[in-house]
């Protein structure tokens, strides 16, 4: 059975950085592109970042583009979101999933397989 845990989260002041690692088990790690998506109290869940599954192609929403960057360690079946320059409007809990469809991410959480429970990201102005 798939499992996808994130860790990472935690509480930091406006302009620090942040690491969020993803771990998951129980299914090919490498032939699932990875997403991560960010969910604000009372507002949707959306995409924040996503990643093909050998890495070439990598996407992010606008608004953390420049500040944000994900990775991921097939080797380790892990997957990355490195945050730089946090803001309080990036206060959410952010999702890690897994998509098995083409090998290349999507930004739809429609498309997404599997999904972590999430990790708190709270950025204190």
């Known amino acids: 059975q798939a499992q996808l845990v994130e860790s990472g989260g935690g509480l930091v002041q406006a302009g620090g950085s942040m690491r969020l690692s993803c771990v998951v088990s129980?299914?090919?790690?490498?032939?699932?592109?990875m997403g991560w998506f960010r969910q604000a109290p009372g507002k949707e869940r959306d995409f924040v970042a996503g990643?093909?599954?050998?890495?070439?192609?990598?996407g992010y929403v606008d608004s953390v583009k420049g500040r944000f960057t994900i990775s991921r360690d097939n080797a380790k079946n892990t997957v990355y979101l490195q945050m730089n320059s946090l803001k309080p409007e990036d206060t959410a809990v952010y999702y890690c999933?897994?998509?098995?469809?083409?090998?290349?991410?999507?930004?739809?959480?429609?498309?997404?397989?599997?999904w972590g429970q999430g990790t708190q990201v709270t950025v204190s102005s």
């Open positions: 999933a897994a998509d098995r469809r083409s090998g290349y991410y999507s930004a739809s959480s429609e498309l997404y397989d599997y």
């Open positions: 129980g299914l090919t790690f490498s032939r699932y592109a």
């Open positions: 990643i093909s599954v050998n890495s070439v192609y990598t």
